[in-house]
């Protein structure tokens, strides 16, 4: 069946790195556009990044620009976050997803994985 | 950034009783609207996309309609188990943006 599944979660100290990955399976990857949403403790959800199914595209939200980059692995239907300069604000469970690309941007993103959760402290 | 802005913020109600959800876009979007329910520990569950197309497998009590910039999530006959937070999200414009969600008890 489908799935995706998150890994690469920790606790990291204010400053540093970390690479998010998304593993995905049971789908024709390279047809897909992945995303990237986080959650903060008790907050509600808040989207990060996307990738089109091409590679070829990718867009972050404000707070992350410049800091992440998300790409992709055709060769292990895998799509990376790379977090650089991580903040407190950054906590969260990180959760992907994604959507067929032939769908267009209205179309339902209609798998995620459980999520993996990042904890940014001293 | 387009900003999303749902109500109420929470709501109790009673098993049976029809709820309805409101979220607002600062700007129009046409139909880019989905919504979402959560619950505590997992991750999001696609419920309605493209404003009012029901999701494959999700009960016909939940139903979403509206255009522009005001939208509705509407259940029916609520169920013990749709208990959740239910989040709208904008796909209309980049960066792509959720509202606060709405937090659903049972009475």
């Known amino acids: 069946q489908v799935q995706l599944v998150e890994s690469g979660g920790g606790v990291v100290q204010p400053g540093r790195s970390l690479r998010l990955s998304c593993a995905a399976s049971?789908?024709?990857?390279?047809?897909?556009?992945v995303q990237w949403v986080r959650q903060a403790p008790g907050k509600g959800l808040e989207w990060v990044a996307l990738?089109?199914?091409?590679?070829?595209?990718?867009f972050y939200a404000d707070s992350v620009k410049g800091r992440f980059t998300i790409s992709r692995d055709y060769s292990s239907d895998t799509v990376h976050l790379q977090m650089n300069s991580l903040r407190p604000e950054d906590t969260a469970i990180y959760f992907c997803?994604?959507?067929?690309?032939?769908?267009?941007?209205?179309?339902?993103?209609?798998?995620w994985g459980q999520g993996t959760l990042v904890t940014v402290s001293s | 950034d387009i900003q999303m802005t749902q109500s109420p913020s929470s709501l109790s109600a009673s098993v049976g009783d029809r709820v309805t959800i409101t979220c607002r876009a600062s700007?129009?979007?046409?139909?880019?609207l989905s919504w979402f329910q959560q619950k505590p520990g997992k991750a999001p569950k696609l419920l309605i996309y493209?404003?009012?197309t029901l999701r494959h497998g999700v009960p016909s009590r939940f139903s979403g309609s509206g255009s522009e910039t005001d939208f509705t999530l509407t259940i029916s006959s609520l169920q013990p188990e749709d208990s959740a937070t239910y989040f709208c999200?904008?796909?209309?414009?980049?960066?792509?943006?959720f509202g606060g969600g709405t937090k659903v008890d049972i009475k």
């Open positions: 990738i089109s199914s091409d590679g070829s595209e990718s």
């Open positions: 997803g994604r959507r067929e690309a032939g769908s267009g941007r209205a179309g339902p993103v209609d798998y």
């Open positions: 999200h904008q796909s209309y414009r980049y960066p792509l943006t």
């Open positions: 049971a789908f024709t990857f390279n047809t897909y556009v």
């Open positions: 700007q129009s979007i046409s139909t880019y």
């Open positions: 493209a404003a009012s």
